[in-house]
C-alpha cells in the first residue's frame, strides 16, 4: 500500500506560479514512479507529469510543457509539480499517483485526495 498526500494547491492569478507537493508512505518510495492528473469540472481526469523511480526519465502533458516541472526528492519521499505561467485553463483538482512497478506504464495503481489549483484571469 502507498498512501500519497498532497498540498500546494491554491487561487493564483494567471501568470502565476505554484509548487504542489505529494508525500509518500507506505513503501519504499525510491521504487515507484510517481505522477500528476488534474480533473476540472465537468471534464475527464487528465494525465499531467510523470516521473520515473530513478527521476531519469519524465513525461508531460503537450499543453504544460515548458511551464510545468516534475521532480522528486527520494530522501523526502516527496514529488513536486512546479508550475508556472499558469493559464485560467490549468485549473483543476490535482491528483497525486502512484505506479509501484517504478515506471509509469498503463494506469497508475495509487492516488492521492487530491488538491485544488485555481487560476483567476
Known amino acids: 500500500q502507498v498512501q500519497l498526500v498532497e498540498s500546494g494547491g491554491a487561487l493564483v492569478q494567471a501568470g502565476g506560479s505554484l509548487r504542489l507537493s505529494c508525500a509518500a508512505s507506505?513503501?519504499?518510495?525510491?521504487?515507484?514512479?510517481m505522477g500528476w492528473f488534474r480533473q476540472a469540472p465537468g471534464k475527464e481526469r487528465e494525465f499531467v507529469a510523470a516521473i520515473n523511480w530513478r527521476g531519469l526519465s519524465t513525461s508531460y502533458l503537450n499543453s504544460v510543457k515548458g511551464r510545468f516541472t516534475i521532480s522528486r526528492d527520494n530522501a523526502k519521499n516527496t514529488v513536486y509539480l512546479q508550475m508556472n505561467s499558469l493559464k485560467p485553463e490549468d485549473t483543476a483538482v490535482y491528483y497525486c499517483?502512484?505506479?509501484?512497478?517504478?515506471?509509469?506504464?498503463?494506469?497508475?495503481?495509487?492516488w492521492g485526495q487530491g488538491t485544488q489549483v485555481t487560476v483567476s484571469s
Open positions: 499517483a502512484a505506479w509501484p512497478g517504478g515506471e509509469y506504464i498503463g494506469r497508475p495503481e495509487y
Open positions: 507506505g513503501r519504499t518510495f525510491s521504487s515507484i514512479a
